[in-house]
């Protein structure tokens, strides 16, 4: 049970849950007013304390976005208006609540009431649809009052309803897709779901990204189990499946680390001086439901390096071999467009796992409002192993008894340094996804 602005209602007054309305609203209504977290604190203490953990409550607050909105995008605006419509489309995903009560307007950062920003409780449990055939682009109905939307088709409250969309990759999709103004997509972990192996499956967003793990273990999900709501008045039920709400992603170790596998193949049993040695590297991509990176991929970056180290000797880079596609994209540091983004944040030769977007001058660019196309995206699809070349040439002082030592090693940053640098706001190092190692004497 939630409570009201006055404290929880005893649990002796009996309400039926309301029936469900003849037909979805067609836009949000606010006639009523949105509830604070810390009024579903009051009774939901443990979601609470997830909520306040998780990138949705951060949402807003988040210095990259604060940066990134009122720093560089406000800037570019102020020369060309044209960019509102961009603006706006940012804040209706993260601060909804201002979005939609400033009349789909942009809300100056002091006039943005903290309690109500970022993704909150009552935002995801008041929506009631999406407007149009298919969720996107903060396409959603919100309908606040003190009938709370959620996933649990037996309620024992007086304010919880049954809702299907709920428990739905398409209720995520309302945020986690999404296209620019000029309708370049640019958000598309839902799309990336659709067109891998989980939707067969029945595996929704939630699965994942609301149980107790942050992911699947032998392709299921385990939920937390017990009580959602603990009131000062009578008793909840236990309840076989309780929903996280930390929600894990990708700012969080435990859905980055062993994200992804690695398996090493040699292509040779013996090794020569002077002779070449065939390397093969399995990354495989079959734990996410969607691509990797995801997300924000004008700026994610996943990579692989690979060291081999001969005769205890000390480690060199390997080189990737180049794949199709344009040239230089999928090879950090062979584009020149590299050594102004990446500087030396991936050893130059690794796979780089990436989109491109470019701008109206068709240069690269990270940032949003400048994108007029995207023209490269190479990321790990959900569900594939891809196999990737490396070559090494054994050197002609290979001696008997030595051996070639491989290390390799998937990593990902949430964004470049340069970026971080253009904004202001702290770096992340580079987080490791995945590692596998191999030896191979003569």
């Known amino acids: 049970m939630l409570a009201g602005a006055a404290g929880c209602v005893p649990a002796t007054v009996q309400h039926a849950p309301p029936p469900p309305p003849p037909h979805l609203p067609l836009e949000s209504d606010l006639s009523q007013p949105f509830w604070s977290p810390q009024v579903c604190r009051n009774c939901h203490i443990e979601l609470h304390a997830q909520f306040t953990q998780s990138m949705h409550s951060k949402a807003f607050v988040n210095p990259v976005f604060q940066a990134a909105f009122y720093g560089k995008l406000m800037s570019d605006m102020a ?31 002091d006039e943005v009431d903290v309690d109500l920003s970022g993704v909150t409780c009552d935002f995801c449990h008041t929506i009631r649809g999406f407007k149009g ?33 709920h428990t739905k990759a398409e209720f995520c999709a309302i945020c986690h897709e999404a296209k620019t103004i000029d309708g370049v997509d640019f958000r598309t972990t839902y799309s990336e779901w659709r067109e891998g192996p989980y939707p067969a499956q029945g595996i929704q967003c939630q699965d994942c990204h609301m149980n107790k793990t942050g992911f699947l273990v032998d392709g299921k999900a385990h ?10 008045v009578g008793e909840a039920p236990d309840r076989e499946v309780i929903y ?15 994200a992804l596998k690695l398996r090493i193949e040699w292509g040779t049993e013996k090794l020569a001086p002077g002779a ?66 990446l500087r030396r944040d991936i ?16 240069n690269p660019t990270v940032f949003l409002q400048e994108v ?25 002082s290979f001696a008997p008894g030595d051996s070639l030592d491989l290390s ?35």
């Open 347 to 362: 050893p130059e030769g690794s796979r780089i796992y990436r989109t491109v977007f470019v701008d109206a001058q068709e």
């Open 133 to 165: 055939e298919r969720p996107g682009s903060a396409n959603y109905i919100a309908v606040p009052g003190e009938t709370k939307y959620g996933p649990y088709q037996h309620a024992f409250d007086f304010h919880h309803a049954y809702s299907e969309l």
């Open 276 to 341: 070449p040695v065939p390397i093969h590297v399995h990354v495989d991509n079959s734990k996410a439901g969607h691509r990797i990176p995801t997300g924000s991929t004008e700026v994610r970056l996943v990579w692989l390096e690979v060291a081999v180290s001969e005769g205890g000797r000390e480690p060199v880079f390997l080189r990737a071999e180049p794949r199709e596609g344009p040239p230089g994209y999928d090879v950090a540091g062979a584009a020149a467009w590299d050594a102004y983004v």
């Open 223 to 232: 939920y937390e189990k017990g009580k959602a709501a603990f009131m000062t």
């Open 408 to 442: 390799a090693r998937i990593l990902y940053r949430h964004y470049p340094s340069s970026f971080a640098e253009q904004l202001g706001v702290p770096d992340r190092p580079p987080a490791t996804m995945a590692r596998a190692s191999a030896s191979l004497g003569n």
């Open 244 to 258: 996280s709400h930390r929600f894990p992603g990708a700012y969080s170790d435990e859905q980055i680390d062993q």
């Open 372 to 396: 007029v196309h995207r023209v490269f995206d190479n990321r790990l699809k959900p569900g594939e192993v891809r196999r990737e070349a490396f070559a090494y040439t054994v050197s002609p």
């Open 79 to 109: 020369e060309n208006p044209s960019l509102e419509r961009q603006a706006r489309t940012c804040l209706s995903c993260h601060s909804p609540i201002a979005f939609l009560k400033s009349k789909n307007g942009i809300v100056p950062r």
